[in-house]
């Protein structure tokens, strides 16, 4: 309990840290949202993979797919690295950063707004983004309660009271500048982490070899194989459909995440997306690809500790908390500090993005005239709190249509986002009707389907919405009236002047 208890202090402590030293970066609401447009690669890369996984990949997502598909769960982890990392800097990374810089926007409704040239849809977009981010933010807690169950015996509710706590101190503090310094330091934690305890548990089962071995001579319960052995241990898994619909959700998804998008809004500049690509990618790799393979060995771990009492079904947050509940108390102690790291980079910057989404794009101009950048600073701190307290009363205790909205909220936002956000960094012709009719597909198809029904899960629903999406804006576009054409060739100018830029640069270097 000791090692445990100096892990954790170290932890907090170092974090408070940061916030403190990060202090100056807060003057400006430029500073406070996006570390004034300034920060590097590595911090830039860390920043935007720690926000991706959370402690809901690591305990809920990797212990769940990893027993209905088994070792085959580990595509999840590449096409989170491949489609979710790679992909996605290299689509959205550089014409983000130069499109947002152009139009002074910082939040993604922001960006809506000034694009399409529509406050309503800035509106529209911001009350999205606070309905779906709150149960979302809410959901990081889920991953710690077991596990800390386990580790310390003490309960869940003292867990996310302090965790709560010690984030909003040190986002309050250092605003994003803090929370990107937090997440390099608890990104380094978590490659570390998961690489050793991956280590240490297929040791406990007899190193990787026997591991598969004995997973391979289980059955398979799953109605498209029912019965056969080898099926968790075949190339695609006993179900390739519905793991496919896992890997559009969880890796296509982060391309329409407010979250994950407003990383691009403050990398320095062109360079360092190109520096953020490659670590990026090669930290998804390490923590997704291993979470998951990691899940993928919890059929070996069937024990009575992780079935309902009353029912039988196999509680899924419940795995990876009984896969490491028998390692030494040092691991442990490890473990501990990885998920908070976890958790506590994804709910820095969730509630982040919440609170100047609702400050810069509701509040401002509309509710409160003639904010000054002091003002704006110390509402979006008063938010942060407000958000905070919210999501700890709802993971507390979440009420069922909350607990259903948590499953929902990623497919939800992303399936809305995600289209008029990418056509509309490429193509000149998206028309405001065309986002509208995404933003109503999104948070329709997803609402519906958990009242209704009719897709099989949550989570293929997401899926639907984001190709429905992408399908909808150019047809919508083709057939409803264009914005003014002198203002989309003045917003997509500046391309053209970085282009130009490049090219004196290079004519000077040649002529020197």
């Not at 445990?4 to 932890?11: C, D, H």
């Not at 990876?320 to 500090?337: A, E, Q, R, Y």
């Not at 960094?425 to 329709?444: D, E, M, N, P, Q």
């Not at 100018?493 to 270097?509: A, F, Q």
């Amino acid at each position: 309990m000791g090692i445990k208890l100096v892990l954790l202090i170290v932890f907090f402590a170092v974090m408070v840290g940061v916030g403190l030293y990060s202090r100056r970066h807060t003057r400006s609401v430029d500073g406070f949202v996006l570390g004034g447009r300034s920060v590097g690669p590595w911090l830039t890369a860390f920043a935007y993979g720690t926000s991706y996984f959370s402690a809901v990949v690591f305990v809920g997502y990797a212990g769940q797919f990893g027993w209905k598909y088994g070792i085959a769960s580990t595509w999840i982890g590449i096409g989170n690295a491949v489609i979710g990392s790679l992909l996605a800097w290299v689509v959205l990374g550089r014409r983000t950063k130069v499109m947002t810089q152009h139009l002074h926007s910082k939040t993604m409704p922001d960006f809506f707004g000034a694009r399409y040239g529509s406050k309503s849809l800035k509106i529209t977009a911001s009350v999205i983004v606070f309905i779906f981010l709150i149960p979302y933010t809410a959901s990081v807690y889920n991953g710690l309660s077991r596990l800390f169950g386990m580790a310390f015996n003490i309960p869940y509710t003292y867990c996310v009271i302090v965790m709560a706590a010690f984030t909003a101190v040190y986002v309050i503090l250092g605003g994003y500048m803090a929370t990107a310094i937090n997440d390099f330091i608890q990104g380094i934690i978590m490659l570390i982490g998961i690489v050793v305890v991956i280590g240490a548990v297929l040791s406990g089962k007899g190193g990787f070899l026997h591991a598969v071995q004995t997973m391979a001579q289980i059955p398979s319960d799953v109605p498209l194989t029912q019965g056969q052995p080898g099926a968790f241990t075949s190339f695609f898994g006993p179900d390739p459909l519905n793991l496919l619909g896992v890997v559009i959700l969880t890796s296509l998804g982060t391309w329409g995440l407010p979250q994950m998008i407003n990383k691009f809004y403050a990398i320095k500049d062109e360079k360092a997306i190109n520096t953020g690509t490659v670590i990026s990618t090669l930290f998804a790799v390490v923590v997704a690809g291993g979470s998951y393979f990691l899940g993928g060995f919890g059929r070996l771990f069937d024990s009575p500790a992780i079935h309902d009492e009353a029912t039988g079904a196999v509680v899924y947050d419940s795995i990876i908390p009984f896969m490491l509940s028998t390692l030494p108390d040092i691991l442990i102690g490890i473990v501990v500090v990885l998920v908070l790291s976890a958790s506590m980079s994804t709910l820095s910057s969730l509630v982040l993005t919440s609170s100047s989404t609702m400050t810069l794009d509701l509040l401002k101009d509309n509710v409160m005239k003639n904010m000054s950048e002091k003002k704006q600073v110390i509402t979006m701190q008063l938010l942060i709190v407000f958000f905070i307290v919210v999501s700890v009363v709802i993971a507390l205790n979440p009420p069922t249509f909350i607990a259903q909205l948590m499953g929902i909220s990623w497919g939800a936002l992303a399936g809305a986002f995600l289209a008029p956000f990418l056509y509309g960094l490429y193509w000149k012709g998206v028309t405001r009707a065309a986002v509208w009719a995404s933003f109503i597909a999104g948070v329709g198809i997803t609402v519906s389907n958990m009242f209704l029904s009719y897709i099989s899960s949550p989570i293929n629903a997401g899926a639907i919405a984001m190709v429905a999406g992408l399908i909808i804006v150019p047809v919508v576009s083709l057939v409803t009236p264009k914005v003014k054409r002198e203002m989309v060739d003045e917003i997509f100018s500046c391309y053209d002047e970085r282009v130009t830029i490049t090219k004196k640069r290079s004519l000077n270097v040649d002529q020197v």
